[in-house]
């Protein structure tokens, strides 16, 4: 057993961490200078001398931490890692992962990432560090990739509808079942034996997290042989039924007919969902050909690394009687002001920013980045490209099925050749107790994983990297265990790819697919790269100005904190691997784990649950299976703030708890603590939780929060905070003291994971001592608690190849640079704060005069001084190139500010003087020198065609006004690609 | 001795390249599908029906070879190499290279690659793909960047002119050597005796390059100790001295007071040079603050890696009285025709585009990317952050220093502790016959390189990366050869950094430096990565559209080809290693040179030149290295084509050969073969050498070009041949078989290294068997012929770390590959040509009416009828998102054009409705519809402030006729960031 950090942790303290070291990260990460810092503090309103006198006004007494924080392997608060010493850790980190050639299958294979994709996409901040298109008019490129993606799914699924990712193939499982309980009638959804028939063929992750999903909803989970006599078990669960999974190909790599499967399913009134593989797609006949109603599967192998488990993007469709209750984000086509074809995330209203505790999924964050990704595969090779590569890895399995029964090994249950179809996986037999044996041979002499089935049988699933030479090797391992002596020579096994017969009529893909231009036309490496800057250049990203996007934290991620994400040993590790060839990954993980609990004062912390709003619905598992343990009434009713983000009462309702609203002090957005009594009084018996957040969505540290914590306890109630605004709270106080029984962080928000577009995330949940026998397990890996809940995602670790990012921003921030850029976070919000308060209403501070690390920005007065509503405001920031603050959320029509510690005095100022500019415009509508409609604002934002097209101009501002507000966008100007979308127009689904 | 090709070059057959294996290079670098070649075919005029066909209408049949090329290694000309393949043995290759830290100085030293600078510059297309910024309205982000670049230089040197960028230090020394022969009075340029005088502690590649240099010219090399009784050598040289070059700090760390000799250089009419080093200057006197001319050096150690020898930016500054005669590339500050602030190339007339023979210098191609990674630190770290480095660096050697005295050895010729300053450098002395074994020991026991300077003085440099534990070790090395036991713990080792005295009153820098905004404002990552996008989105690059410049072959340079490029195995490699440490260099060059050779036809090939005009140079300097042989006459006249480069007389001139202009046929730029025959006859006893062309700069394959060869050779004469447009040669002819003695080659053209905005390049030199004995030796590597001439690089192979790139795309498209590719290279020209040839002239084509690769359209009758001259189209082209093509070379007032074989249909006819509707544009004014003044094409290119700025619009034309004057533009444009700047100061735009 090694241990790669020996000599890196635990060398004495004459690290470079002491010494002046040339490298040190800190001043890299925080925007303003110490000079700047000065600067702000004094122009703050009422001004401070100290850094740390103001904090002292911003957080309450009884809040603010006294000991330093100190982070795990580093010996003192003031030690951190330079960026040389990181990266020489993760050098050495690196070197206990083991890259092993992987046919474990399960969903997760081997792909070749395109070059061009990987430099272009993966590797270039201006993908990687946008954000979720919710401004479309300064979206239009990843719109369109993601538009690409949906359509790419549709195609290949033959569903019409497709969403822009979901977060992995489980829980797009766990988004079918729910879809299929939606959609049977009422009666039927509160049947209490009401079931979702498995297929015992399903992933094994698949089916474990179903388990987990299924609880909340009272569904039961019953897996089947679902073809057996005549679909028997389906039949059998008859009026019970809400729908049926099937996979295809099936985990063994068995291929079957589903069409009278899924008669009998519709005749039931059920929907019939099918797990898939996107390649297999190009060769066999679509699931919306044969009667599915949903199909979905992990679009990995499209050009995305193996990443030990992730992130990868998962598809899902659906056909069109669901187009409304399709879970997720959904790109549409639709038409800005002028006309022009302009895409926008559509049909956002039905799901839970508005449901709230009526919705049945919780999905935000998704894989965008990685759905682009694939997308771009799918564009670089094109069907025929896709196709071929199908064809060869079916035809290099039809050998290895013939070479294995030519070899006297039963295959699949057979023995005998016969022209069975397979795709890219098989199981072979090896006798009773020989499995363990042979896998090891495989590893041993040919450094190949196989998956262990059972103590007889092994999996081997082949993708695009297996070449013949491959195939040849992956023989020799069984021609050690067989009695036969045959020869495959590497000529042998091409020839045979010759006698592969065809896929039965009655299985082959007949339809064509991708026929539109984009996957037809970008094949060269020259058009492929244009084609990606040419969208990366209607998209406005980190890498152009700040995204002051309140509870969204977009802060610096930095190179050196992505560096190891396309290191082989780390992008190139099967999630299911033996764990002794992860140990780097093992490592990384528990410091990461340790860190990231002495951060927010828990006791454990586990790294499953690959987005926020995951994080929630584990953290409410977690809660619910504790009271479980206990005696005495079913303790299900979750307190919820009224200011809540939309997902805490649906992940409280997908967890199976019921929704108790808690009103607010309309102005401060505080708990109205009589409220919180009377509820803790009535339900005193069934209190199960309350969720809060803190500093609260109206960014202010509420005083009361301990006392709160303390109530609900008292009431036997578990206290759930949402950690979405953690990067205030970092060294200064953590959710453990506070009083929190379980956080999920964000670490694509606080610990510098990109936000990709709209993913990729990672949403960790922190627990006090009492909840870690409960945290996550898996049913393939050692993870979680003695009695943890099922997995919430399909990999144990879940996002793993993303967790080296949030581990060097910790370690090369230290203790000591952490807690300080919290501070600079907080003065960054309160700097702006006082240079828009003479302009503005500001809907909230603290009796000192300070909000948090964000504020709310109050525009409500406009629409009648001037018609001009958030939105407006909004749209004309494009115009001076920056990104809207947070809309409407929590208070409708107010714009929510957060700047992070990562954006530097200049930056603000031109925020600032933009938004005062833009005053100064609504100033001009109120004294009616410009009129009520038609006006820079409403007709904003502007695109150049806008301004270019025509030679008529009859509006009541110039072109100059419209395009240059400010002197300064004259050097330095994004503009958006298209005026703005009509919100009202509701955008088309179909493309 | 390992080989870590060997089995994967020497496998058998059966690899992938038998195999379909589906990702294949060939197909993403080839522009055209199969689809769109025929449709070409088709349409060209005449059209025809095979690519073969075709193919031997356009080179004529004595010049077609008619066996297939086939790669090293590679079993058959069919086979080629996947990208996955060729990632493998990069891998293989890498292992190979060991990486040990070297502190061997000589100009090259660790550095610390800001990770911000290496994603976003280095592995940036938008920054490595963009061409020399001839057309400043779309490059004046890396204008910017390369006057950062200069005014760094220009502040840290204290001499107010700098340019932007050389080659190299050695050949930075070279280039102040001939300026300063250049500043002496006309008598004494004649002087046989004039002399160079060099201190003999310059370090010796320099002293090497010098020697190569000065023959051409002259010049006599004399090295000696410059301070030596009061500068005896200096006053011993008298009126015969053309120029004094001294090192500061000097090859062995030594810093010395050069005031009193800079005054004795001037009293003697002569000019003082300076090698000095960067960083050292932001501690010590700057040479412009103690009476330097010139001061040049090595930028490496800002933020480029080693790359074993390559490439990096050299720096060149002299005082303003040098102004127009400083050689290179200039940027200077210019304003648009709106008046706006506009960054342009200056003083281009002075160099040798104009002066041909008479030019002192011949460099093109320089090292803009490197030199814009170079200003990037600089702005990163700024000035405080250099000062704190050196100041570091310089402790650390003091603290070395004081340690070495203390364990008894001599340290820089001194055996007590005294205030002796140093900066990064010093010797020891650890008796004689010793230093080899101390080497060997500190390689074997600590894993580092220590400069060996003879048999018992050893050479040690500290950089940035040296941290106080890696100083315990270097002193660990010494305490085994030490009688004295002492004991440096690192603890001690940092406390004795508070004992370093300050730098003496007289050899400390006084002066300020960098204090402009731009060094003082980039210093968090997120500013810093925000400033490079910024600059990026100024700038058309290949990620944009094609730049279809004649006798430049922009064509992709792909992912794969770059992907070793910052793989510390290639890229942390000193090259003055060990040769065991770099044995995976020594391969890849092997095989590389083998299969150029293959390629063009020669015996061998030397990598050393680092650009296509030191190639000319290194070819040339070999021919009269061979013909000084033989006996009789000097053979020093060289024919040279009026057509030719202006590099090819300039580099004639600099090899000391005297140019005799051969005319060329008016309409075909073929050779005027009556005139050549005369002037061989003229001149048969001193015929040195012809330099051609091929295909000729017409663009054209000359039929006569192996009878030209012939009687050249029948007089004695060699026949270089310059290689710029060897990409229409690959596998169908090549310079070796038609008749060239030497023939360079531009890997920054044909072979796939791209161009940076103007740098790096390599320009190897290919050789028949006679000439091999000459072919460039290095003082410090076994490399070059027996009887090598000096080097002509500092670097024995160059820029070693981007010949990857190169060996890649060889390997990659095997020989059909390379060979499909020139098809199509040929088929894509001509294609264009049938779609222009109706709507403009097109200067030549042969009885076929073909061009080869490239071809020149003549707008010269436009300026009678339309007053529309080529500058006009060119700039015009901008606006329809095009870069212009090569502009007035070979012949004034028209373009060449060049799309190579990686654009594609789709791309070429946007150019050529580009082109086509500019035609419209020109017809309109000839029939007197648009006036000849102030019109569309006359105003262009316009910019987004000429478009928007004001109010008024009274031109001719519409603004959306100025922005959109074709439909595709609305969606996809590229936007000049100014409006035309005054061109009288650059009457040809070349490169
Ligand atoms: C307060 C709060 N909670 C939860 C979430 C959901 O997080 P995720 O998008 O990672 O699922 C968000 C997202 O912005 C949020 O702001
Ligand atoms: C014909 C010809 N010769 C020589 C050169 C000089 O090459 P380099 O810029 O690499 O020095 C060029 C450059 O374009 C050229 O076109
Ligand atoms: O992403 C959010 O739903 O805020």
Chains 1, 2 share one sequence.
Request: proline share 6%; aromatic share 8%.
């Amino acid at each position: 057993h090694i241990n790669p950090l020996d000599n890196t942790l635990d060398g004495n303290d004459i690290g470079e961490g002491r010494f002046d070291h040339g490298d040190a990260f800190l001043p890299r990460h925080i925007g303003p200078s110490e000079v700047d810092q000065k600067t702000m503090l004094a122009q703050l309103d009422p001004p401070n001398k100290s850094l740390d006198g103001f904090v002292r006004e911003v957080l309450p007494a009884g809040i603010l931490n006294t000991k330093s924080l100190s982070i795990h392997g580093q010996s003192n608060a003031h030690q951190s890692w330079s960026e040389t010493k990181m990266l020489e850790v993760f050098e050495s980190l690196s070197k206990g992962n083991r890259v092993v050639q992987s046919f474990i299958g399960c969903g997760y294979v081997g792909t070749k990432v395109p070059e061009v994709i990987k430099r272009n996409v993966l590797l270039n901040p201006g993908w990687y560090t946008s954000y979720t298109p919710y401004q479309p008019e300064i979206s239009q490129g990843r719109l369109e990739s993601l538009l690409n993606f949906q359509t790419m799914v549709s195609e290949l699924t033959s569903l019409s509808i497709s969403n822009a990712s979901v977060l992995d193939e489980p829980t797009a499982a766990a988004e079918a079942m729910t879809l299929s309980l939606n959609a049977v009638p009422a009666s039927r959804q509160k049947n209490p034996n009401k079931t979702f028939l498995v297929s015992n063929l399903c992933h094994p992750q698949t089916i474990a997290v179903l388990q987990s999903r299924a609880d909340g909803f009272g569904i039961k989970i019953v897996t089947a042989d679902l073809l057996a006599s005549e679909c028997q078990a389906v039949k059998h669960t008859g009026q019970d039924l809400i729908g049926v999974l099937a996979q295809y190909p099936d985990t063994e790599g068995g291929i079957q007919h589903f069409q009278g499967l899924a008669d009998t399913v519709h005749d039931l009134g059920a929907t019939f969902c099918v797990a898939t593989d996107l390649l297999a797609l190009t060769l066999l006949k679509p699931p919306g050909e044969f009667g599915a109603d949903i199909a979905f599967g992990n679009a990995q192998r499209f050009g995305v690394p193996l990443g030990y488990g992730g992130p990868h993007a998962a598809f899902f469709a659906c056909s069109d009687k669901y187009k409304r209750k399709i879970p997720g984000r959904l790109v549409g086509v639709s038409k800005d002001r002028l006309g022009n074809r302009a895409l926008r995330l559509a049909l956002q209203t039905r799901e839970q920013h508005i449901r709230r505790e009526k919705a049945t999924s919780n999905i935000c964050t998704a894989q965008a980045l990685l759905a682009n990704m694939s997308a771009f595969y799918a564009i670089y090779h094109g069907p025929k490209g896709l196709f071929a590569m199908a064809e060869r890895i079916r035809k290099r399995t039809d050998i290895l099925r013939r070479a294995l029964l030519n070899l006297g090994f039963v295959v699949n249950g057979k023995t005998e050749i016969d022209d069975a179809v397979l795709f890219d996986t098989l199981t072979v037999d090896v006798g009773h107790g020989e499995a363990a044996r042979v896998a090891e041979w495989a590893l041993s002499t040919q450094v190949m994983n196989f998956r262990l089935l059972d103590d007889h049988r092994l999996g081997i699933t082949l993708d695009e990297t297996v070449s013949i030479q491959v195939l040849a090797r992956i023989i020799e391992v069984f021609q050690q265990f067989s009695k036969i002596q045959e020869v495959f020579t590497e000529t042998r096994l091409f020839n045979m790819q010759e006698s592969v017969t065809p896929i039965s009529e009655s299985l082959r893909r007949g339809s064509s697919f991708l026929t539109q231009p984009v996957f037809n036309t970008h094949h060269s490496e020259t058009e492929l790269m244009r084609y990606i800057h040419h969208l990366q250049s209607k998209d406005l990203s980190l890498v152009h100005s700040m995204i002051p996007l309140g509870s969204c934290t977009m802060k610096l991620n930095s190179a050196t904190e992505m560096a190891p994400l396309t290191w082989p040993r780390f992008s190139d590790i099967h999630p299911f691997a033996p764990i002794q060839q992860a140990q780097g990954y093992m490592l990384l993980i528990d410091e990461l784990e340790k860190d990231l609990a002495d951060i927010t004062g828990f006791h454990a912390v586990s790294l499953q649950p690959n987005s926020g709003a995951q994080g929630e619905f584990a953290g409410l598992r977690v809660i619910r299976k504790y009271h479980e343990q206990n005696p005495g009434k079913k303790r299900d009713i979750c307190l919820i703030p009224v200011s809540a983000h939309g997902t805490n009462p649906a992940s409280a309702a997908m967890a199976g708890m019921r929704v108790v609203t808690i009103k607010c002090e309309q102005k401060t957005g505080n708990l109205d603590m009589d409220d919180l009594k009377a509820k803790c009084e009535k339900y005193s018996e069934e209190l199960g939780a309350i969720m809060v957040t803190y500093p609260s969505t109206f960014g202010v540290f509420e005083p009361q929060i301990k006392e709160a914590c303390k109530m609900v306890h008292d009431y036997g109630g578990q206290v759930y905070m949402d950690g979405a605004n953690l990067n205030a709270q970092i060294g200064l106080c953590s959710p453990g003291d506070i009083g929190a029984d379980v956080c999920h962080l964000n670490l694509h928000k606080t610990f510098c994971i990109p936000h990709g577009g709209g993913g990729p995330g990672v949403g960790p949940i922190g627990v006090q001592k009492h909840l870690e026998p409960f945290l996550p397990g898996h049913p393939l890996a050692k993870v979680g608690g003695e009695k943890g809940i099922s997995p919430v995602s399909g990999a144990p670790w879940g996002s793993a190849s993303i967790l080296p990012i949030s581990y060097a921003y910790i370690k090369m921030m230290g203790g000591h640079g952490l807690t300080h850029a919290t501070k600079i976070t907080l003065l960054n919000a309160n700097y702006i704060l006082a240079r828009l308060k003479p302009h503005y209403p500001i809907l909230y501070t603290n009796a000192a005069g300070r909000c948090a690390h964000e504020f709310i920005l109050d525009v409500r007065k406009f629409k009648e001084t001037a018609g001009i509503e958030a939105i407006d405001v909004a749209k004309r920031l494009q115009d001076y190139g920056f990104h809207a603050p947070t809309m409407s959320w929590p208070v409708a029509n107010t714009l929510m500010i957060e700047p992070t510690e990562s954006e530097n005095l200049g930056e603000m100022n031109r925020f600032c003087d933009a938004l005062i500019e833009i005053r100064k415009e609504i100033a001009a509508i109120e004294k009616g020198e410009q009129p009520r409609e038609g006006n820079v604002m409403k007709m904003a934002p502007h695109s150049l065609r806008d301004l270019l097209e025509g030679n008529q101009w009859d509006r009541s501002y110039s072109r100059e006004r419209a395009a240059y507000p400010l002197p300064w966008l004259k050097e330095k100007k994004f503009w958006p690609s298209v005026t703005r979308l009509d919100d009202s127009e509701s955008p088309r689904d179909s493309f």
